[in-house]
C-alpha cells in the first residue's frame, strides 16, 4: 500500500518552494511507501555560534518533512495539517556536509497524526529523533 498516493518528489519540492524549508535549503529526495525522506545543508543557514548544527534546524528539518508527509495523506480538497507539538532529542552534533531526515507514521487518524522523524548525518549516525503531532483541519478552517 503507498501511504503518499504516488506523489512525485518534484511535486512535493514545490509544496516546499517559498516556505522556511526552502531559505535553509531543505529538499525531498525519495518518497518510499510509507516513509518521506529529505535533506538539509549544514551550512551558514543551519549552524549555531559554535559551528554546530543548530537544534532549531534539526526540528525544522523534522517539522517540514513530518508536516509534508502528514499532508501527503490527506485528501486537500477537504483538509489540511498543522504542527501541534514537536519534541527533539538532539544526539550528536554535525560539523558539515548533509543530515537526512526520515518521516514514519507512528498513528493517522481523522483529527490527529503523529510521525517519528530520525535524523542522520553523512555516515547514517543518529544525529537527532524527533516526534511531530499534526492536528488535522477541515479546508474551510483555513479561512478562519
Known amino acids: 500500500m503507498n501511504l503518499f498516493r504516488n506523489a512525485t518528489i518534484e511535486f512535493v519540492n514545490q509544496l516546499n518552494g517559498n516556505t522556511m524549508g526552502e531559505q535553509i535549503g531543505i529538499e525531498i529526495t525519495e518518497i518510499g511507501s510509507d516513509y518521506l525522506r529529505g535533506r538539509m545543508p549544514v551550512d551558514k543557514r543551519t549552524i549555531q555560534p559554535y559551528g554546530i548544527l543548530h537544534g532549531g534546524a534539526s526540528a525544522a528539518l523534522a517539522e517540514t518533512l513530518g508536516s509534508i508527509a502528514g499532508t501527503l495523506v490527506l485528501d486537500p480538497d477537504k483538509e489540511f495539517c498543522v504542527g501541534l507539538e514537536i519534541n527533539a532529542n538532539h ?45 488535522v483541519l477541515p479546508k474551510n478552517r483555513a479561512d478562519n
Open 91 to 135: 544526539i550528536r552534533s554535525v560539523r558539515e556536509g548533509f543530515v537526512y531526515g526520515t518521516a514514519r507514521p507512528i498513528h493517522i487518524g481523522g483529527r490527529t497524526q503523529v510521525w517519528e522523524i530520525r535524523i542522520e548525518d553523512e555516515r547514517q549516525s543518529l544525529v537527532c529523533i524527533s516526534r511531530l503531532t499534526l492536528a
